[in-house]
């Protein structure tokens, strides 16, 4: 298990701490026959998006990450090495019930190897609250633009 925490003072830097797990995650890190899930948890405004627009950068792609309001999920394809891989960015804030929940619980997102998705709001997907994932917990600090960031491995 690998815990580390990180303070930012800008939405700058916090999008710069995305990009740097992005060009990890480029690489090819961590090895899995699954998806890779990287859980976001914070309150609203936080910075959850801010981060996963870093992640977007990282990998290399070239699309514009935005809150996906009135959709629970958006994929953005890119290629690594003539290979075709997708981000999947889950917001399931609107999520209200396990039906809704249950829709998203789809095993073809998670268990494909050429899918890294990032889920805002983890809490609110029961298949997804727990499990192997990276962990990222956005804390609000005392001032207006602080912000502490926690990243770590779960099991
Ligand atoms: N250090 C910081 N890191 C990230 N964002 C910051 C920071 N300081 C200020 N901000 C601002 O806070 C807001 C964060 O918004 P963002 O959409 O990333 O939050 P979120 O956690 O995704 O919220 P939601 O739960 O509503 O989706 C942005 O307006 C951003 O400019
Ligand atoms: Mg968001």
Excluded: C
């Amino acid at each position: 298990m690998f815990k580390i925490r990180f303070a930012s003072g800008s939405a700058g830097k916090t999008r710069k701490l995305g990009e740097a797990l992005g060009a990890e995650l480029r690489k090819g890190f961590p090895k899995s026959r699954r998806g890779i899930i990287i859980r976001l948890k914070g309150n609203l405004g936080s910075g959850k998006t801010t981060f996963i627009q870093g992640i977007a950068r990282g990998l290399g792609l070239r699309h514009r990450i935005v809150s996906p309001t009135f959709l629970l999920m958006r994929v953005y394809p890119f290629t690594k090495q003539g290979r075709s891989k997708k981000l999947l960015h889950i917001d399931a804030y609107r999520i209200a019930t396990k039906k809704d929940a249950a829709i998203l619980e789809n095993k073809k997102f998670f268990e494909n190897p050429l899918h890294i998705i990032v889920v805002e709001w983890p809490e609110r997907i029961p298949a997804l609250v727990r499990g192997p994932a990276i962990q990222i917990n956005f804390l609000h600090g005392a001032r207006e633009n602080e912000r502490s960031i926690i990243i770590q491995t779960k099991p």
